[in-house]
Each structure stands twice: as structure tokens, then as C-alpha cells.
């Protein structure tokens, strides 16, 4: 089955501990890329990757990183995470060339993290 | 600046059709997509545009006029799944290589029995 798989689901950890949240997809997708979700906010991505070791920020990347060793996994990183980090977290893939149609954006079934 | 403007809420009867409309100001213009997200859970894709005129799947229909900046999502036949939020969001013309979306707020359907 074709998809894109986030864990954990649900995470509550405290101020300053490093946590890693892994996102795998299986459909051979060039793009990835981190979205995260606050009510009133809506979808605001992070990081993206075009390939393999090609990553860039997005339009929130303050506190975050990633990396992109293989095609198929993009983890983000909290290095040293705080309470404004508290949200819904999304990560998403796609092919990235040929037409519109045909790059939808996948989405994983998102993590929620609290930080206390 | 970029921006998509949906309306925040929406109430309608099970049965009935809704149409949830999305006016975009972006810079340029390379596709629209419509996504559904339930309470807590991802995305999913509904319907893409690119070209002026309607689009059908099955009791879903999404409409684009690009002169106007103006979409909708109708939808037919209501059913009490179809609660959900509904998120428009386009790929602008300087969107590169980043398929980087700008997305709407989303319009939350209610569909009452």
C-alpha cells in the first residue's frame, strides 16, 4: 500500500530534550517535506527536500532540522525543543516533476507532540 | 503578498449540495488543489484544476476560473462522513522547485442529519 508513515503518533516530552520525529514513504517521491498545524494558523511548512541530500527551509524552520540521507526517509529534528513547538505536525511527499495532476501532496497521518 | 481566502465555517443537511468557494491572490498561477482533512487527521487529496471549467468525480465537483481567481468544491448528495474540513490550496507561478503550496485557511462542513 502506498504511503507515507510518521511515528510516534502522540508525544509528550518536557523542554530541551532532543526528540526525532521519522516520516517514511514507499512511493519513490523526489519531494518531502514538513508541515506543521495550529488552529487559526493552518498548514505552514517547515523544511523541504527536492532529493536525496538536498534539503531547504520553508517558511517556519527556527528550532528545527532535518536530513535526507535516502530517498525514502526525511526525519525532523527537535534539537532543543519548547513549548511553542506544542503542535500537529505533518509530513508530506510527492513526485516532483511532470504535471500537476499527477502531484497531489501525500500526507502522513501526523504526529502531535506536546512540550511541557 | 500571497493569499487564499476561504470561509471558515459551513453548515448544510445530509442530502443536500454545498459549495465552498476559495479566491486566491497569488503570484502567477500553476494549479489548484482541494483536500479534505477530518478533525486530527492528514489530508487527503480531492481535486486538482489548472485549466478554466469544471471538474467531476463522482459526488465531487471542483470548479476554476483563473481570470477571476475564484474556485469551488460542490459537492452532492451530503452524507454525515463528509464533515470535515475542506482546504484549498494553489501552487504560485514562483513556486519553483519547492512544490511549495499556499494554503488556505480550510472551511470546516458541518452536515447535519
Known amino acids: 500500500e502506498a504511503q507515507v508513515t510518521q511515528n510516534p503518533r502522540y508525544l509528550i516530552t518536557v523542554t530541551g530534550k532532543k526528540l526525532t520525529v521519522t516520516c517514511s514513504q514507499n512511493m519513490n517521491h523526489e519531494y518531502m517535506s514538513w508541515y506543521r498545524q495550529d488552529p487559526g494558523l493552518g498548514l505552514r511548512q517547515i523544511y523541504y527536500?527536492?532529493?536525496?541530500?538536498v534539503t531547504d527551509k520553508g517558511d517556519v524552520p527556527e528550532g528545527y532540522k532535518v536530513s535526507r540521507k535516502e530517498k525514502r526517509n526525511f526525519p525532523l529534528i527537535l534539537e532543543s525543543p519548547s513549548p511553542n513547538q506544542t503542535s500537529l505536525y505533518f509530513c508530506?511527499?510527492?513526485?516532483?516533476w511532470g504535471t500537476g495532476e499527477n502531484q497531489p501532496q501525500h500526507f502522513g497521518d501526523g504526529t502531535r507532540l506536546s512540550i511541557l | 503578498g500571497q493569499n487564499i481566502d476561504q470561509p471558515t465555517e459551513m453548515t448544510a443537511t445530509e442530502g443536500a449540495i454545498v459549495q465552498i468557494n476559495c479566491t486566491y491572490q497569488t503570484s502567477g498561477f500553476n494549479g489548484l488543489f482541494w483536500y479534505q482533512q477530518h478533525a486530527g487527521e492528514a489530508p487527503t487529496f480531492l481535486s486538482y484544476n489548472v485549466l478554466d471549467g469544471l471538474e467531476e468525480k463522482g459526488r465531487f465537483s471542483s470548479f476554476l476560473s483563473r481570470s477571476k481567481g475564484y474556485s469551488y468544491l460542490l459537492l452532492k448528495e451530503l452524507q454525515m462522513k463528509d464533515s470535515a474540513s475542506y482546504l484549498c490550496a494553489v501552487y504560485p507561478s514562483n513556486a519553483g522547485n519547492n512544490r511549495k503550496l499556499i494554503w488556505g485557511l480550510g472551511t470546516s462542513l458541518a452536515v447535519n442529519p
Open positions: 508530506a511527499s510527492s513526485f516532483l
Open positions: 527536500s527536492m532529493n536525496v541530500e
